[in-house]
Structure formats: structure tokens, C-alpha cells
């Protein structure tokens, strides 16, 4: 079955403690992205990755990290989380283009304390 | 920064009624337009896409486009209960090196029963 997922579904952390997200797709897609989404403010992009060893920042890149060093898998670090990341985050991919369908994960809800 | 402007809501419609919902985008040279439905605590899915002006048709689901007035609308025939989700506008917008997906906050609708 054709699908991105995402783990763990749902984190709560403390502040300081680093954390990953993983994001893994099997389309064999090139495009990959991450996305937070708050109430009012819709979803937003954090980082995306064209291809392999190629990635850029979103409109909201600060405090988070990612890598692509295989093309499925585009893992989302949060080195030292803060209290204002408590979100729900989306992982999305696609073959590259413009006119294309972005496929979602589940999401992940993540908790900041 | 490129902006998707959708009414909050919530539009409320009795079932067996046409919802319309509506989204305005800033970025003249657009070319590639999206209508994802969230559910609750759900990931986006995509309903629609729409490249050329006019009207696309998918089963009870109508994507209409006016570039020149940069709109871009979603009709619902015969709404159901079912349809009860947020509904997300979504335009890819050029970078410099790719494109990227500028979302709505989203129209939430509400079909009584």
C-alpha cells in the first residue's frame, strides 16, 4: 500500500530534551516536506527536500533540523525543544513539479512541557 | 510571502444543499491549485486540482477558477453530514529552485442533518 508514515503518533517532552520524528514514504517519491499546523494559522511549511542530500528551508525553519540522506526516509529533529513547538506536525511527499498531489501522513502530535 | 486567504467559518448548510466555499490567492503566476479535506485530528486528503480557468467536475465535487481575479472555489452538490471537515486551499507557488504548496487556513462546514 502506497503511503507516508510517520512515528511516534503522539509526544509529550520536556523542554531541552532532544527528539526526532521520523517520516518514511514507499512511492519512491522525490519531494519530501514537513509542515506544523496551529489553530488559525493553517499549515505552514518548516523544511522540504527536493532529493537526496538536497534540502531547504520553509517559512518556519527555526529550531528544527532535518536530513535526506536516503531517498524514503526525511527525519525531523528538534535539538532542544521549546514550549512554542507544541504542534501537530505533518510529514507530505511527492514526485517533484508543479502540478502535483502531496501526500500526508498521519501526523504527529507533539507536547512540549 | 505569498498569502491563501479562506473565510474560517463555519458555513453552515442543511443536507441535500450546495456548500460553496471560497479562497483568493496573491501570487499572479500560480498555476497549480488544491483542495485538500481534513477531518478532526486527521491528515489532509486531497479532493480536487486545478490547473486551467473554468470548472472541473468530480462526482458531487465542482473546482471552479478565475485567474484574472486570482479565485479559486470549491462546490458541493447534495451536501452530507459526511462532509463535515475542514476544507483547505492549497497553491503552489515558484521558488527559486522548486515549488512549494502555500495553504489556507481553511473554511470549516458544517452539514445538519
Known amino acids: 500500500e502506497a503511503q507516508v508514515t510517520q512515528n511516534p503518533r503522539y509526544l509529550i517532552t520536556v523542554t531541552g530534551k532532544k527528539l526526532t520524528v521520523t517520516c518514511s514514504q514507499n512511492?519512491?517519491?522525490?519531494?519530501m516536506s514537513w509542515y506544523r499546523q496551529d489553530p488559525g494559522l493553517g499549515l505552514r511549511q518548516i523544511y522540504y527536500?527536493?532529493?537526496?542530500?538536497?534540502?531547504d528551508k520553509g517559512d518556519v525553519p527555526e529550531g528544527y533540523k532535518v536530513s535526506r540522506k536516503e531517498k524514503r526516509n526525511f527525519p525531523l529533529i528538534l535539538e532542544s525543544p521549546s514550549p512554542n513547538q507544541t504542534s501537530l506536525y505533518f510529514c507530505?511527499?511527492?514526485?517533484?513539479?508543479?502540478?502535483?498531489?502531496?501526500?500526508f501522513g498521519p501526523g504527529t502530535r507533539l507536547t512540549v512541557l | 510571502q505569498k498569502e491563501v486567504e479562506q473565510n474560517s467559518g463555519p458555513l453552515s448548510v442543511p443536507e441535500g444543499a450546495i456548500a460553496s466555499l471560497n479562497c483568493t490567492y496573491s501570487d499572479r503566476g500560480s498555476q497549480s491549485f488544491f483542495w485538500y479535506r481534513q477531518y478532526s485530528g486527521k491528515s489532509p486528503e486531497l479532493i480536487m486540482s486545478i490547473y486551467s480557468n473554468g470548472d472541473k467536475e468530480d462526482g458531487r465535487f465542482t473546482a471552479q477558477l478565475n485567474k484574472a481575479s486570482q479565485y479559486v472555489s470549491l462546490l458541493i452538490r447534495d451536501s452530507q453530514p459526511s462532509d463535515s471537515a475542514t476544507y483547505l486551499c492549497?497553491?503552489?507557488?515558484?521558488?527559486?529552485?522548486?515549488?512549494?504548496?502555500?495553504f489556507g487556513s481553511g473554511t470549516r462546514l458544517l452539514v445538519r442533518p
Open positions: 507530505a511527499s511527492s514526485f517533484g513539479g508543479e502540478a502535483v498531489t502531496q501526500y
Open positions: 512511492m519512491n517519491h522525490e519531494y
Open positions: 492549497a497553491v503552489n507557488e515558484k521558488t527559486d529552485s522548486s515549488y512549494k504548496l502555500i
Open positions: 527536500s527536493m532529493n537526496v542530500e538536497v534540502t
